[in-house]
C-alpha cells in the first residue's frame, strides 16, 4: 500500500557531501514520522537522524553538526544533507515512515530499499 523509494546514495572521499532523497506513495492519509537509518557490515541498524511525531528532530551523537534532516510534506519526502563525510559513515542507509493509510486507524512502520553510502579516505 506505500512504498518508500531512496535514491542519491553513491562513492564519495572524505570531506565530500551526498543527499539523500526518500519519497513514499500509495495510499497515504498522514504521515507521523521521518528519519534515515543506517547498517554498516557486521553492525546493527542504528538511528541517523529523525523525525518525531512532534516535528522535532533526532540525531545521532555521531552525525550532529554534519547532517540535516529535512521534509518536504506535500511531496512525501524526506531528505538527509550530509556533508563532512567520514569513512565511517560507509553503510547502506534506509529511510522510514510511519505511514497512516487511508481507512486505518493506526499507522505501520514502512522502510525503503536502502542505498549505499561509501565514503573513501
Known amino acids: 500500500q506505500v512504498q518508500l523509494v531512496e535514491s542519491g546514495g553513491g562513492l564519495v572521499q572524505a570531506g565530500g557531501s551526498l543527499r539523500l532523497s526518500c519519497a513514499a506513495s500509495?495510499?497515504?492519509?498522514?504521515?507521523?514520522?521521518m528519519g534515515w537509518y543506517r547498517q554498516a557490515p557486521g553492525k546493527q541498524r542504528e538511528l541517523v537522524a529523525a523525525?518525531?511525531?512532534?516535528?522535532?528532530?533526532n540525531y545521532a551523537d555521531s552525525v550532529k553538526g554534519r547532517f540535516t534532516i529535512s521534509r518536504d510534506n506535500g511531496k512525501n519526502t524526506v531528505y538527509l544533507q550530509m556533508n563532512s563525510l567520514k569513512p565511517g559513515d560507509t553503510a547502506v542507509y534506509y529511510c522510514n515512515m510511519r505511514v497512516v493509510t487511508h481507512g486505518a486507524g493506526y499507522d505501520n512502520t514502512y522502510w525503503g530499499q536502502g542505498t549505499q553510502v561509501t565514503v573513501s579516505s
Open positions: 500509495g495510499s497515504i492519509f498522514s504521515i507521523n514520522t
Open positions: 523525525f518525531n511525531s512532534g516535528g522535532s528532530t
